[in-house]
Structure formats: C-alpha cells, structure tokens
C-alpha cells in the first residue's frame, strides 16, 4: 500500500471526502493504489511519501502550475516578502501593483478585487454583479465553484449540472429559497440563452460562462451573447480561472476579440500560489462598495507577489505560446496512436488543457487501466493533459513510448481478445461526483 494510501485511508476517516479538493481524490484516478500524498514536487516531477519520484503528466496541479512546481524565481519572490512578515496591519504594496497589471493586460478593465480562490472570486464577481443591476438572477455556462448561487441551480432539476463538468451535485444544505435564481444555458446555444432572457425581463443580473472548455465557440457565438447583454442591460461575465494564461497572455477572450465586463481569473496566476482576480469596468466594480465583501486573508501578502513574479516570468518566457504547442503536439499524438491501433477516441479542451476517451462502453475502466500501468512506469496518467513549460520533448517522447503498449492493449480487449476487468488490480475510478463512506 505504501505510506501515502495508508494515510489516505486515515484520512477517509477524519476528513469527510478524504481531502479538500474532490479533483484531488484517490477514487478519481486509482481506488486504493493511487499516491495520494507528495513530500516534493520539482518542473513537472513529484515524489510521493515513499521516495517514488512520477513525471507528472496529468493535472499538474489541477492545472496551477504552467511554470512547473516550485519555480525559482516565483519561490524566491515568496521567500524574500516572508522574511518581511507575510501580514500586517497595513497592506501590502503588491496588491495595487498586481492590480495595476491586470489592468494593462486588459485594458476594458479600470478596477480589481482579489480573493485567494477560484470559487470565492466567482461569488465575489456576481455579488457585484447583483449589487450593481439590483436584480437577482445569473444565467451561467460552465463550472463556476461550489458556492450556494451556482449550486441552486440543482434545486428545482439536479440533472441541470450534469453538462457543466460536473454531473450528480447535490445541492443538499443550499436553500431552497434560492429556486429558480441561477439558470443554465448551453454553449454554443444562443437560442437557449435568449430564452432565459425572454422568459425573465429585466430580471438577469449577469451571464456567467466561460469562454471555452471542451470546445471553442462557433458563428459567432461569444460576439451574440455580448450583444444580447448589452441589449438587455446584463453584466457579462467571463470565469477565466481555468481559462486564463494558457493560450494568451491574459484571458482568452482577447484571441476571440470580444471583451466582458468583468471576467474571473484564478489557477495559473501564482503558478502555485493561493491568489484569483476579478478584474472590471468601473462603473459595475464601484458597486463593491454598495455591499459588504471582505476576508482577512485576501489581505495576505504571498498571493500577489506569487503572482506579480508569475507574470514576469510568463510575458519572458512566452509561456502561454510554449505550453499551447506542447499540449496541441501531445492531442495529435493522442490521436495518432489511436489510429494507430484503430481505437476511436474523442478528445476535448483547449490547447494547453485537453484531453480524451476511448469512444467504448469500457471507456472508464480503460482509463483505469492506463492509470494503473502508466504508473507503474514511473508517470502519472490518466486521460486529462495540463501543459506547463517543463514539458520538455524528451519528456513527451518518453511518455508515448509508454503509452503505446498500453493502447495495443485496450485494441485486444475492444476486438474481445481480452477482458479489460481481468487486467485491473483495483476497482474502476470514480467518474463525476460520488459520496465517498
């Protein structure tokens, strides 16, 4: 079992999900032999408690780090403000300066607020949002977080998520009075937009979706959903947590030439480090100060020096560019391989963040299988790619080599030459979420 499943088991007992992140569980990749736990982690390598060092070609992070882990000069910056005491009774410079940068990376913007995480800045921004149009409702596209606003939208049909990343959320212990506030749309749907809008006048305070995730927009559709806000007086909002700092410089909407009036950023930011942004137009930010938003730790000073230096070293490296060819590169050769062994396979994302599935009723315990044996080569693998810049060729090389026995095996068991159950040591991963006892 190794230390790092049987602390994991321990944890099941005293930490309800076993951790605080349902991305991060064991059940999600391996059941009972997935390394939960690292002691280290360096570019795009981690050791686990037992000393076993991975190439980790999976989440990394769950995609906070395009620089690598633990980035010199990023950790350096942090190293040298703590040393400084890391809070104080006044605030720290680096916030206004972090500030500052956002704003000239998207120049629609004039004001910020920070948070520390994904989920808190989307509140934070439709807070403002409600505050600003004095209405109530969200029309939402997209994963935004497990706050109450996002999750009500399950109260009234819990199958509305289940196109939104995440299928099966309970909305247990949000409030029913919340039925009927957030409202669904699907992307690249601009009919079922306009039907929320129609069906609630002058009610809909904000659209809040992402820019793209498993696919990018078609005729136009970003350019007809800022017309329709605008039109009807609504906040368009961009959630750019996951988004943002992969295929630009700032969010991705400036590749698709349509511009929010506020948008979301988190993840990437700090390369590692606890720090998200809400950046806006004036005129709606200022309504921040009509409400009551305020945490002691958005006050901390390791967030937006992490992020500051972040930035730095992205607009040097040209990080954005190098992780979006290393990650379009491995889809291909996803693809090719499966060709190769004339696997269909369906793959998703955008480019420094894509993955795929095996196109057969097996897909799950397929995905299993490649975790169970990419493992025991030294990778973490699964089926879900985040690029960061210590990708090196050698390292996508390396990885292929390995993979590619594995799919000349998934070939035998879809030609019913082998039974893909009889191959797995542990219990199928979890797909969604699921309750763990």
Known sequence: MGKSQELYKKAKKIIPGGTQLLSKRSEMFLPDLWPSYYDKAKGCEVWDLDGNKYIDMSIMGIGTNTLGYANDEVDEAVREVTYKSNMSTFNCPEEVYLAEKLIELHPWADMVRFARAGGEINSLAVRIARSATKRDKVAICGYHG???????????????????????????????????????????????????????????????????????????????????????????????????????????????????????????????????ACIG????????????????????????????KTLEVMQREKSWEKISSIGENVTNRWKKLADKYELKINTWGIKPLGGFMVDSQNSLEYKTYITQEMLKKGFLASNVFYASIAHTQDIIDEYFEKLEPIFEIIKECELSNKDINDLLETSVCHSGFKRLN
């Not at 999750?151 to 029913?176: C, F």
């Not at 749309?185 to 659209?207: Q, T, V």
């Not at 039109?231 to 992969?246: A, W, Y």
């Open 281 to 308: 137009k004036k005129e709606i930010m200022n309504a921040a100060q009509d409400t009551f938003i305020s945490s002691t730790f958005w006050t901390e000073r390791i967030g937006p020096t992490a992020a500051l």
């Open 146 to 276: 497990w706050h109450d606003w996002y999750l009500s939208t399950n109260l009234n049909d819990d199958k509305n998520l289940d196109g939104h990343l995440l299928p099966g959320l309970e909305p247990n212990g949000v409030p029913r009075g919340l039925i009927g506030t957030t409202l669904p749309f699907n992307y690249n749907d601009i009919e079922s937009l306009e039907k929320i809008i129609l069906e609630n006048p002058n009610e809909i305070a904000a659209i809040k979706m992402e820019v793209s995730r498993n696919e990018g927009p078609r005729d136009n559709f970003l350019h007809k959903v800022r017309a329709l806000a605008t039109k009807h007086n609504i906040v368009l909002i961009f959630d750019e947590c996951t988004s943002g700092f992969r295929e630009s410089y700032g969010g991705l909407h400036k590749n698709f030439g349509v511009e929010p009036d506020m948008a979301v950023f988190a993840k990437a930011l700090g390369n590692g480090y606890a720090i998200s």
